[in-house]
């Protein structure tokens, strides 16, 4: 019988992200000694070996050697050609059973390519879909999906998303039928483009509890649980939220505004540096995508978010709660 | 010879918008009293005679009797068909060279539909672009354009948008050789989906200074004079601006950032209430779109904007500028 996936190690990406190597194994490490997650960090072993002995951390992580890395600019076929990569190496880790789940703070492109093709989708899922859970302003969360893993989605796409996300409020977030809206931009007939207009008919008829239309003002109001869009307009969207956020408070703090701390505390919830890692759902095994400017704080968080995905069996409730539905 | 539109008076659709035709005409005769703008009013003159006399204004506005009204639902070839509707009435009176510019609250989409088939479009424009300056932190502006116009564009149409908002950024911000930016996801080749792909690559051959893609954090940080992107993610973005704001705001105000009076002053500059209006580019005429919950004081402000747009002689020398340079 294959090994239980919930209680095997995080598979670090060491060898992604803007700040090198360094930065990710402090983070692994910190995920170990702050919140007990074992890691395995996967990258050049002689880097990986010197950095563990730097942090005085020689055996607190496994180290699978990957000599080869996929560089940021990589995606697609190039990535995917790179089969000595970390990237390679640690997705064969997850796909033999030695590790549970799997954190990167690398190209998010090459991250999806790896793991459709290492990992292999959820049937009846068509495309991967990233999911982000944004704070609102009444206090709870509101899952963004997709976030930028899918570009040009077809409608069907849209719902499977749609799907996804519900799973993710419900068994991460722990929302009993979490409400789903379509992003767009006003509920009158035939308002949208040609995508949301088709999807909002799929989404009606789908297996879900369908709030309607909502727009960009909805993202942090708490409207909904699950706001559904295509990854360009959600990439776009979550990091319009960032910059908006940012940019609100700044000018707030230039006007007097007298607490500059406070300030800096609601910055840091939208902060890209906060979220600790999107989830990567619609594949049979548990992804987690870190941003690229992630410190070693952030990735911690993020290992902690892959071992809590991993340990709830989120990738397994996920596939089985679509396959019993029809798919769209 | 016909009159120089310059110095004709705005015309405004007195039956558009969520509160009524009373805010609008209370507006209107504000924006004549306050900054001297003559305005004429389209709609219902029973109607406005009495609100025009209850506000003692009487012979302070001309009016133009329009029995139909096309309701806020409705759009394209069901608005076109009201030929008597305060649409149609006051797009007669600019296209008879009685009106200089038109300010309406009423359907972007009505508005869109009737001023291309009553206007025309500026040669070689193929479909308009609504324009947004959106206060930077900087203490400049970005002009956001298409936020909302044109749902699924082509790449050229793209291209024509970002000439547009080139030209609006010119004579309108007076920015001199004003730098563009094409919204996406991430300026590694590849990145962006279909449309946006295209875009970029026609965008570097256009004639303006491209500045290259600008991403969702960049809307409100001044990287660019003028952000380009198609009508659904401009106007997601739009709204989502707005919201993020008024989060940001809402959520530093709870944390006691002391000074509430300070907070609503940058509330205020991203309230759809204080833009005063979105310019409608690409046409032979002048049109401004306020927001439907617009009161009395930002419609005031719209027709402002209309009769300063056409002063300029903006539309004249946006058809100019574009008909001199290569259709992309």
Redesign the interface.
């Known amino acids: 019988m294959a090994p239980d996936p919930r209680d095997l190690p995080v598979v670090v990406d060491a060898m992604g992200g803007d700040h090198g190597p360094a930065e990710i194994i402090q983070g692994a490490v910190l995920a170990r000694r702050a919140h007990g997650v074992e890691v395995i960090l996967a990258g050049r072993r002689d880097v990986l070996d010197s950095e563990l002995a730097r942090l005085g951390a020689r055996g607190e992580a496994e180290v699978a050697h990957a000599g080869d890395v996929v560089p ?2 990589e ?2 076929a190039g990535a995917l050609a790179r089969t000595g990569s970390s990237l390679a190496v640690a997705f064969d880790l997850l796909g033999r059973g030695v590790g549970g789940a799997f954190v990167s703070a690398g ?1 998010t ?1 090459a991250v999806v390519a790896n793991a459709v093709r290492h990992l292999g989708l959820a049937a009846p899922v068509s495309r991967p879909g990233l999911a982000v859970a944004l704070p ?2 009444g206090g709870g969360a509101t899952v963004l999906i997709d976030a ?1 893993a899918t ?2 989605p077809t409608p069907e796409m849209i719902v499977q998303f749609a799907l996804l996300g519900a799973c993710y409020a419900e068994l991460v977030l722990g929302v009993a039928e979490p409400s789903v809206g379509l ?3 006003g509920s ?7 995508l ?1 207009r088709r999807a909002e008919e799929l989404l009606r008829r789908a297996p879900l509890r369908f709030h309607g239309v909502v ?7 708490g409207t909904v649980d699950v706001i559904v869009t ?1 990854g ?2 959600g ?18 703090a230039r ?5 500059p701390e ?2 800096r ?3 840091r ?2 902060d890209p540096e906060t979220h600790g890692g999107a989830a990567l759902l619609g594949l049979t095994g548990t992804v987690v995508v870190a941003h690229g400017s992630s410190r070693a704080a952030t990735i911690a968080r993020a290992c902690v978010v892959a071992r809590d995905l991993a340990r709830g069996g989120v990738a397994a409730r996920v596939r089985d709660r679509l396959a019993v539905r029809p798919a769209p």
Do not use: Q, W
Request: proline share 2%; aromatic share 4%; net charge negative.
């Open positions: 940021m600019t995606r697609g190209s492109g609102t302003t930028g570009m040009d992003l767009s931009i009158e007939p035939g308002k949208g483009n040609r949301t727009e960009g003002h909805d993202v942090l109001s295509d360009f307009t990439n776009v969207v979550l990091k319009n939220v960032e910059g908006s956020v940012r940019a609100a408070l700044t000018l707030a006007r007097g505004a007298a607490e406070r300030l505390e609601v910055a919830l939208y």
